[in-house]
């Protein structure tokens, strides 16, 4: 897709374990984003919420979306999440859209945003507002070159961080009129392990 950065940009190349097994990952300590979570569900925190992100050189990145048990039947993108070092933000694009200045944040190619299988993921941010992606860097295409084989999230923080995360929210309803606590928990540490994932790839250590 346009806009995606090439592992070019990944200045180190150390090397992880290609795979990890269910049981030693079953082993690992769990890994939670400890930082300042902010929920982002009228346009009056929007704004705010903007200035306070301002031009970032680096974001973790992701999405999420009402999951569908009948046949044939989707929904919408509901929730983006972006995250620095200690915030995380979570757009409810249910409930505000894709404004333009989110738009704009997504096509900066100076502000790297980084996420796993992140194809899907501005296919149906584009569906909501058209923009141009820029910036972006999918750690699945970048793994191989670490001699990792796991194209997973669970897995790849396992194998590059050495952390377990947990999956227990993903398949709940982001289409909620309110998010609990554990949701928003889930969603913000996602956005911030792909962050860290990537960091560490290129010899950043992370601290907890």
Not at 39 to 62: A, Q, T, W, Y
Not at 136 to 152: K, Y
Not at 166 to 185: F, G, I
Request: charged share 25%.
């Amino acid at each position: 897709m346009k806009g995606l950065l090439t592992t070019e940009k990944m200045m180190t190349k150390k090397q992880y374990n290609g795979s990890i097994t269910d049981d030693e990952l079953r082993k690992l300590p769990v890994l939670q984003f400890r930082g300042r979570v902010t929920l982002v569900d009228n346009m009056e925190k929007f704004r705010r919420v903007m200035d306070e992100i301002g031009r970032p050189s680096l974001l973790g990145f992701d999405t999420e979306t009402r999951p569908s048990f009948k046949k044939g039947r989707s929904h919408r993108v509901a929730l983006l999440q972006l995250a620095d070092a200690e915030n995380a933000w979570l757009f409810r694009l249910n409930m505000i859209g894709l404004p333009d200045e989110l738009a704009a944040l997504l096509s900066d190619n100076q502000i790297v945003k980084t996420g796993v299988a992140i194809r899907d993921d501005i296919k149906a941010l584009r569906s909501l507002t058209h923009f141009e992606p820029h910036g972006f860097i999918d750690l699945q295409s970048v793994v191989a070159d670490h001699g990792i084989r796991e194209l997973g999230l669970k897995k790849l923080t396992a194998i590059v961080l050495g952390y377990s995360i947990s999956k227990s929210q993903q398949v709940s309803n982001w289409e909620a009129p309110a998010l609990t606590e554990p949701q928003q928990l889930y969603a913000a540490t996602d956005a911030w392990v792909c962050r860290s994932i990537y960091l560490a790839l290129n010899g950043k250590e992370i601290h907890q």
